[in-house]
């Protein structure tokens, strides 16, 4: 068994399930601790819609949060989500906004950790 997350009708990530899980729970606590919407809709437990101007404005937060802040234990559970958020934006051919050298920096730095 896979989690599925959607664009539409294309399959943009089928991780396994205890990635999967790991990756929507820590991204709803993200989510949470911003005040912000996550933009993936549950549809059934395990297959999530992405929603695609809600999602890139939540890794924008997450992003402009990781940026700002120079705390270790912060910048680890902030970028663990952001990495594969990001990967999800790549899949989507979707782009993060940045609007400050921080945020750029920071962008190139999780997508490094891609690699």
């Known amino acids: 068994m896979t989690y599925t997350f959607m664009l539409g009708k294309e399959l943009v990530w089928s991780p396994a399930n ?5 990756y929507i729970g820590m991204a709803h606590v993200v989510a949470d601790v911003l005040k912000v919407p996550i933009g993936l ?20 937060a997450g992003l ?14 902030v970028g663990s989500v952001l990495a594969v958020s990001i990967q999800l934006l790549n ?6 906004e940045t609007s400050t050298d921080a945020e750029r ?7 490094e950790s891609l690699l």
């Open 91 to 96: 899949q989507m051919d979707a782009t993060v």
């Open 41 to 60: 809709t549950d549809v059934f437990g395990d297959t999530f819609d992405i929603d695609p101007v809600v999602f890139p404005e939540f890794v924008r």
């Open 18 to 22: 205890t990635v999967g899980a790991l």
């Open 105 to 111: 920096a920071a962008l190139d730095e999780l997508r």
């Open 64 to 77: 402009t949060q990781y940026a700002a802040s120079h705390h270790p234990d912060l910048r680890l559970l």
